[in-house]
């Protein structure tokens, strides 16, 4: 489908508005870290980084900045319609528009990077909870079948 029409399933907006969301908490928090690699600017103790491979929060911050922040946005714009040809290389599931793949994988990311930071650091704000959450609402959303629908390739799409 994937070309605008009149209708699109409510469920598909609510699904940009998550990623739109999910894009910008990533992008505010890792721009913070890196601009701040000591972490004050976000609270965050240098116990933290204890047991981790990390000395501050730079490698974090640029971690978070393009996987949780820079992905999601390009998904949110494949999700809106954008037609770029190159999406497609690291699209797996081609019978999709790329954007609708893309969403995927910024869930998968959004919900390891939560895994990985509890792991790590313990569990230690809300935050956490309501990141993991979305991520696995984004999921849910998107492997909806009327959402998987709305982005399925028209047969001449290619």
Not at 7 to 25: A, T
Not at 70 to 78: D, I, V
Request: neutral net charge.
């Amino acid at each position: 489908m994937m070309q605008e029409t009149r209708y699109s399933p409510h469920i598909v907006y609510i699904l940009r508005v998550l990623v739109g969301f999910q894009m910008v908490i990533g992008l505010a928090g890792g721009l913070i870290m890196v601009f701040d690699p000591t972490g004050k600017t976000l609270n965050l103790p240098g116990i933290f980084l204890l047991g981790t491979p990390f000395d501050d929060y730079l490698i974090p911050g640029l971690f978070l900045s393009l996987c949780v922040g820079l992905l999601p946005l390009l998904a949110l714009l494949g999700l809106l319609g954008a037609r770029w040809k190159w999406p497609e290389l690291l699209n797996v599931y081609k019978r999709f528009h790329w954007g609708w793949s893309y969403t995927l994988y910024s869930a998968i990311v959004l919900i390891l990077w939560m895994d990985i930071q509890v792991f790590f650091i313990g569990y230690w704000h809300v935050a956490q909870t309501v990141n993991a959450l979305m991520g696995v609402l984004i999921l849910v959303i998107t492997l909806m079948p009327q959402v998987a629908d709305h982005y399925r390739k028209e047969e001449t799409d290619g």
